[in-house]
């Protein structure tokens, strides 16, 4: 079935840039996505994509979408401790409002002063 | 942007017990989603509610478990039927756009004891 993939942690300095990388299998995914969870939180859209992008910037976020190979990266710029927290990548299954998402397991993100 | 608004946000409830969940969007929207969030995982999709009809379910969910109404296109209720520990979650609410952004509750905290 369709399946989605992140690295588990990671960890970064203050000021350092922050790459979280995101496989995905669904090649029809219309949209994909990346989330924000902080501890005892919902879940907060930072971000999304249409696959026929392949790059979007957003302030101090830029997602990178490689749809040949299917892989979608959120780079962080300018990394604040304020952005520890976990990350979801997401990938639409189906087509607009019809569709649900497949998560990925997450990537906790460690931002040391 | 859609803002989501769930109710509880918390509960302690008992083995044997059901609990109800709302979901209120505040703008119209035409499919609204259920999502569970176990400790320390992913989001898997509950089920899709559509306002009119019955809710459609994911594999491995079931109406009688996880009764869902959909009486306008504002409002969602989900119900945790003769809850057991395993049911302890994070139960979230999903709604979108047309353009192609879906949007969280904060999610409802669900211990079972």
């Not at chain 1, 780079?75 to 604040?80: F, L, M, S, V």
């Not at chain 1, 990350?87 to 906790?108: D, E, P, R, V, W």
Request: proline fraction near 3%; glycine fraction near 8%.
């Amino acid at each position: 079935g369709e399946d989605v993939e992140q690295s588990l942690f990671l960890s970064v300095r203050e000021g350092d840039s922050s790459v979280i990388n995101c496989t995905y299998t669904d090649s029809s995914s219309t949209y994909l996505y990346w989330y924000k969870q902080e501890p005892g939180a919902g879940l907060q859209l930072l971000t999304y994509i249409f696959s026929n992008m392949d790059m979007k910037q957003d302030q101090r976020l830029t997602v990178l979408l490689n749809k040949k190979d299917k892989h979608l990266s959120l780079r962080i710029a300018d990394t604040q401790t304020g952005d520890s927290a976990i990350y979801f990548c997401a990938a639409l299954h189906g087509s607009g409002n019809t569709g649900k998402l497949i998560f990925g397991q997450g990537t906790t993100l460690q931002v040391k002063p | 942007s859609a803002v989501i608004s769930q109710k509880p946000s918390r509960d302690i409830c008992q083995r044997g017990t059901s609990l109800t969940i709302q979901c209120q969007v505040d703008s119209q929207v035409t499919m609204m989603f259920w999502y569970r969030q176990q400790p320390g995982q992913s989001l898997t999709l509950i089920a899709t509610a559509n306002q009119g009809s019955e809710a459609t379910y994911e594999s491995g969910f079931v109406i009688d478990k996880f009764p869902i109404s959909r009486p306008n296109l504002t409002f969602s209720t989900l119900t945790v039927s003769n809850m057991s520990p395993e049911d302890s979650s994070i139960y979230l609410c999903s709604s979108g756009t047309d353009t192609g952004e879906l949007f969280f509750g904060e999610g409802s905290r669900l211990t079972v004891l």
